[in-house]
Each structure stands twice: as C-alpha cells, then as structure tokens.
C-alpha cells in the first residue's frame, strides 16, 4: 500500500503521515456500481481514492437522485469529511463509477491528524473548497443551462472520468442521475445524433464531436 500512497499522495503529505496512513489505513479494491456510502449510515472511516471514479448522489424525498459531483485519484469526499468530524449520518450517497481503489482511513485520526500535520490540515481544507466549487458548479447548472447543454456537459464528464468516448450508461441511469425524465433524456441523445454530436448503440453512446 505503501508505494499506492507515495505515487498518489506524496507530492501532498510528509513521509511520517504517509507512514502513519499505511500503518492505520485499510486498502480496499470496489467494483464498478459498488455502493461505499449510503444516506442515512454513521460514516465510520473516510476514503481515499487511490485510483478510479466515484461518483456523489442526493436523493429527494421520492427517491430520485441528483448527482453532485464525482471524485478522481487524489480525492476525499467533503460531505464525508463533516459527517465524521460531526458524526452524523451521511447525506449522501457514494458509488463506484469505474473499479477504485481505496485507502479507508479511521475517523478517529481525522482530528488528531489535524493538529499534527500540516498538510493533512492543508488537504481537508482544499478538499471543502473543491467539493464546494463542483455542488455550486451543479447548482449553477440547474438553475441557468438548458437540459441539453446539462447533457453534454455530463457527457463530457462520463467520458473525461473514464478516459473513453463510449458512455455505457441507459437513458434511465442518466435521467436518474441529471434529476429527470427517461423521456427527455432519450429526445435530446436523438437530437445530438441527428446534430452528428454522438452515435447512439445499443449498449452505449459513443462521443464524436462535443
């Protein structure tokens, strides 16, 4: 796990802290679609992502989903942070976008680390700032673009986060995760391949030109 942690964290953290990770922490491999966190559980430790995607979901009081934001290699997630400095229950829930590995760190270090080590102290802090950057970045998207300039927008994320054209997800898990319609969402990947923007296949939506 060591060498896991010094090419992914340690242009970030002093070799003592990395030490103590690989001491305390506990690796962990995950599946694509494989739930980390759910909403409503105690978040007893907090991840690292060593390699992979994560995806973050809200979900209303109907059960529809809304996806925040997604973590890449390097990443924690904020909303986990203030659940296990606060001890509460997560608000969110966490999914395996592509297969990921995992450093799960105790939430018991996260204090004490804190007052230790700068640069664990520096890391949480950029970590707040740039999980909010990416929830106001949705929020803007909600409230100010169209649905198709939401699309592509997610489009060119998928693929970005899994370094491949073809996005292998339905129409339904995509109007899950944009908070709409199965309808809407199948409409406008039409309307994007009459433009030439993409090839719908049975399996997947293939990028050629956003």
């Not at 606060?86 to 105790?106: C, H, W």
């Not at 198709?148 to 997800?169: C, G, P, Q």
Request: glycine fraction near 4%; proline fraction near 2%.
């Amino acid at each position: 796990m060591i060498q896991e942690l010094q090419n992914n964290y340690g242009h970030l953290f002093e070799a003592p802290l990395l030490n103590e990770i690989n001491r305390v922490g506990t690796f962990k491999e995950v599946p694509e679609d494989f739930k980390i966190i759910e909403i409503g559980e105690y978040v007893k430790v907090m991840p690292l992502l060593v390699s992979g995607a994560i995806k973050i979901l809200r979900e209303d009081n109907d059960g529809d989903e809304l996806l925040l934001y997604f973590l890449e290699k390097g990443d924690t997630c904020a909303m986990t942070l203030s659940c296990c400095i606060g001890q509460t229950k997560s608000e969110i829930r966490a999914i395996a976008e592509t297969d990921a590995k995992l450093i799960m760190i105790p939430i018991e270090k996260m204090e004490e680390w804190s007052e230790k080590y700068k640069s664990w102290r520096r890391f949480v802090f950029e970590s707040y700032h740039n999980r909010l950057n990416e929830m106001l970045e949705t929020i803007d998207s909600i409230a100010f673009l169209k649905m198709d300039e939401r699309l592509i927008k997610y489009l060119i994320k998928k693929a970005k986060i899994s370094n491949d054209n073809s996005i292998y997800s339905t129409h339904q898990e995509i109007a899950y995760e944009l908070h709409t319609s199965r309808v809407v969402i199948s409409r406008l990947l039409k309307k994007l391949e009459s433009l030439g923007k993409i090839e719908l296949h049975r399996s997947h939506i293939l990028i050629n030109n956003i």
